[in-house]
């Protein structure tokens, strides 16, 4: 899934406009596409979601723990893409700030 969306990105990186958070949530919207079309366990998700502190995008697993895709800022201003669970990002990013 993460792969889908990085490939989807870098597809299209060239040609969007806008800042690069809206292709990064377009590319987890296609995953999502593609994830509920062939339906290999992935199938569930309730759309994509957004983070201020920490700055990430994520596919909304409707489980806080459950193992998603998670759009994170770049150094350059790209985004890059992994799977993780949003619950366990929070916590770490709490962590770290504290």
């Given at each position: 899934?993460?792969e889908i969306a ?30 509920n079309f062939f ?53 770490s990013y709490q962590?770290?700030?504290?």
């Amino acid at each position: 899934m993460a792969e889908i969306a990085r490939r989807y990105y870098m597809r299209n990186v060239d040609t969007s406009f806008g800042h690069a958070s809206h292709l990064a949530a377009e590319a987890l919207s296609h995953a999502e596409k593609v994830a509920n079309f062939f339906e290999k366990g992935w199938a569930g998700f309730h759309g994509v979601e957004g983070s201020v502190e920490p700055d990430f995008l994520y596919l909304n697993t409707g489980n806080t723990y459950d193992p998603t895709v998670v759009a994170t800022p770049g150094p350059w201003g790209d985004y890059r893409f992994t799977v993780a669970s949003w619950g366990d990002l929070v916590e770490s990013y709490q962590i770290e700030a504290d």
